[in-house]
Every structure is written in structure tokens, then in C-alpha cells.
């Protein structure tokens, strides 16, 4: 496989797939870093308590995020054609709009499975009380006071 150093790249030209996104095409330009990491030095250059030098490098880098890593919530209200999802989240509804958003099961695709455990996407405790205290006063309206007292508003 070819490879190209960043360094050997002036620019790299990118089209959005959303249509929804202005501008469609844009560039990326590579970035110089300058940091300070700690490595571990070979066991001959090693002195007792002194296994790790702190070192001053430089990388370039083309900084590319595919999708720009997308959130769950900036998903909502668009479907994708494929999905990769790094990390699944049970927050209450995640999985849900991940799921709903792909238009396709072939177009899903997760580093890691996704649970099985139901218990996991159980309705939360104080949702399922509201839940049982709304079914007996629902269709009908309430008063100032039905509702008040509902969500110990006094």
C-alpha cells in the first residue's frame, strides 16, 4: 500500500455528502505540531528512577475527522446512508435515534456490539411514575391545580 507524508500534501479537497451543507466542497490544509511527549528509553540508557525522557517533537498531521464526528443529537431530523458508531451510548433514547437515523441495516457499522441486555434501555424510574400519573388524568385537560398538584407545584 502507498503511502504519502503529510508533509508532501499542500492540500486535500473535500465534498460534503449532506446536500444540507454550505459550503459543499472545501480544503484542509496540513497543521504542524509542536509538543512535549515522554518516552520510555531502551533499558541501556536507563538509570534507576529515570526510565522516561521528556522529548520535544513535531508532527504534521492532515486534520480530518470524517463527518466531522458527528453527535447523536446533531443526527436528529436526517437520515445518513451509513453510520459508524464509535462508542454506543445508553443514555435514555441514544440508541434509538442512531438506529432510526441509517437508512439501511447494511449500512450500519459499530467498532463494538451493540447490548443485548434490555436493562440497559429499561424507561427510567421517575419517567415510569410520570408515565402511571399522567395515564388517569390523559385525555381529558387538567386545571392549574390538577397540574400543580401532579408535579408538587405549590
Not at 455528502?17 to 466542497?25: F, G, Q
Not at 509542536?34 to 534507576?48: E, N, R, W
Not at 435515534?97 to 449500512?107: F, P
Not at 463494538?112 to 399522567?134: E, G, H, I, N
Request: with cysteine.
Amino acid at each position: 500500500m502507498a503511502a504519502v507524508k503529510a508533509s508532501q500534501v499542500s492540500y486535500i479537497m473535500l465534498r460534503h455528502c449532506n446536500d444540507r451543507i454550505v459550503p459543499a466542497v472545501f480544503s484542509i490544509k496540513p497543521k504542524q505540531h509542536i509538543f512535549k511527549a515522554k518516552i520510555l528509553k531502551p533499558k541501556a540508557m536507563q538509570v534507576k528512577n529515570d526510565e522516561r525522557e521528556i522529548i520535544k517533537m513535531k508532527a504534521i498531521q492532515i486534520p480530518v475527522l470524517i463527518n466531522n464526528a458527528t453527535t447523536g443529537h446533531k443526527l436528529q431530523g436526517s437520515g445518513v446512508d451509513n453510520l459508524f458508531v464509535h462508542n454506543w451510548s445508553y443514555v435514555q433514547n441514544w440508541v434509538y435515534v442512531m438506529l432510526s437515523r441509517v437508512k439501511t441495516h447494511a449500512g450500519l457499522f459499530s467498532r463494538t456490539r451493540l447490548s443485548t441486555d434490555l436493562k440497559k434501555y429499561a424507561v427510567p424510574d421517575k419517567l415510569q411514575k410520570m408515565l402511571q400519573d399522567f395515564a388517569p388524568k390523559s385525555p381529558s385537560r387538567w386545571s392549574d391545580t390538577e397540574y400543580n398538584d401532579l408535579f408538587n407545584l405549590h
